[in-house]
């Protein structure tokens, strides 16, 4: 339940965003293209089966088993487990929304 209150948070964040935008450039192109890429960011955050990104850098080309998965479930009832903090993924994310949040930047601003 802790996700959908998140995903409605960011959602309504977003919202906020796009009407902002459209008050300040008068241009429903511009509020279209921070829809998707808000749609996009929220997405690629709370969306992922962590159950799957979870694992080993290494591991993840190969498929999730049925004992990963069910070990992964036992061990997630913490919710300070659920997401566990790995430099590959927090340089990737940070790259990649980094590129993005610029490139938005820079279209919004024009």
Request: net charge positive; aromatic share 20%; charged share 20%.
């Amino acid at each position: 339940m802790a996700n959908d209150a998140a995903l409605n948070f960011s959602l309504v964040f977003l919202a906020a965003a796009v009407v902002l935008v459209g008050i300040t450039t008068y241009s429903f192109k511009k509020m279209a293209v921070t829809y998707f890429v808000g749609v996009f960011a929220i997405a690629g955050v709370l969306l992922p089966d962590w159950c799957f990104f979870d694992r080993d850098f290494s591991r993840w080309t190969s498929p999730v088993t049925e004992e990963e998965r069910e070990s992964y479930r036992i061990s997630t009832g913490s919710r300070s487990r659920r997401f566990r903090i790995y430099p590959i993924r927090v340089v990737a994310y940070a790259t990649v929304y980094s590129i993005a949040l610029y490139k938005w930047w820079q279209y919004v601003a024009s």
